[in-house]
């Protein structure tokens, strides 16, 4: 199990020489991430296609509130990209029920609301170091 990091301009590539999946990956690099002083950091799955500008989205509303300690994005189909999969979350605790806001719709208004949600999907998550050392 040889870990390693690469540097690629101002990215770093973190190789852990072992399989975390998708739990153990993304949890080796916020380790590391906090480690060396990140003061924010950005979960992406890595087959999410995501727009030039993606991450303006994400970082304006956590930066305009400090209250904020965590920010998702509109999530749509790959095949049916006017199609969304996520816009929010809900979750109901005594039936164990969530489901995703707007899911097989069509994209609008409606879903490009700032709004408090139950749960952000781990496909694309910004979240704050306070919010993760809380």
């Not at 979960?43 to 500008?53: A, F, G, K, Q, R």
């Not at 189909?77 to 899911?103: D, N, Q």
Request: glycine share 12%.
């Amino acid at each position: 199990m040889q870990e390693e990091e690469k540097r690629r301009g101002d990215f770093i590539l973190l190789q852990s020489g072992w399989n975390g999946n998708w739990s153990g990956g993304n949890n080796y690099g916020i380790e590391y991430a906090l480690k060396n002083g990140a003061e924010y950091i950005c979960l992406l799955n890595n087959d999410t296609v995501v727009e030039p500008d993606f991450l303006n989205a994400l970082v304006e509303p956590v930066l305009k509130d400090k209250k904020i300690g965590l920010v998702g994005g509109k999530i749509f189909f790959y095949k049916t990209p006017e199609i969304l999969w996520y816009a929010g979350a809900s979750y109901i605790p005594w039936l164990g029920y969530t489901w995703h806001h707007g899911e097989g719709k069509k994209d609008s208004a409606t879903f490009s609301k700032e709004k408090g949600v139950d749960w952000v999907t781990g496909c694309l998550m910004f979240i704050s170091r306070e919010a993760l050392e809380r």
